[in-house]
């Protein structure tokens, strides 16, 4: 499985971007797709889940109400719409796999990571 993340970059506190995950080397049907990110000195921090084949999604915390994962199964791609972005939001950002239904929320628990993206919000 490859993951290649993208889409960073620098953005002002308030606005938008949208991480991109293209996903290749596997059938993703029984799949879950998330994104984490890192902030500098700080442990990789869940952001969201979906399911690949049922679409259902999870978040964390910090961002229910301002993130939303979505997939596109034509494109083999996995998205990240990022809005109403605060300064604590930035890190690298990246995209992870794991080769089951069941969400989870801990980095361990994922098999495959992407290269990673970063994502910069001035305040």
């Known amino acids: 499985v490859q993951l290649q993340a993208s889409g960073g970059g620098l953005v002002q506190a308030g606005g938008s971007l949208r991480l991109s995950c293209a996903a290749s080397?596997?059938?993703?049907?029984?799949?879950?797709m998330a994104w984490f990110r890192q902030a500098p000195g700080k442990e990789r921090e869940f952001v969201a889940a979906?399911?690949?084949?049922?679409?259902?999604?999870y978040y964390g915390d910090s961002v229910k109400g301002r993130f939303t994962i979505s997939r596109d199964k034509a494109k083999n791609t996995v998205y990240l719409q990022m809005v109403s972005l605060k300064p604590e939001d930035t890190a690298v950002y990246y995209c992870a796999a794991r080769p089951y239904v069941v969400i989870h929320t801990t980095p361990r628990s994922y098999e495959y990571w992407g290269q990673g993206t970063q994502v910069t919000v001035s305040s």
């Open positions: 080397g596997r059938t993703f049907s029984s799949y879950v």
């Open positions: 979906i399911r690949w084949s049922a679409g259902s999604t």
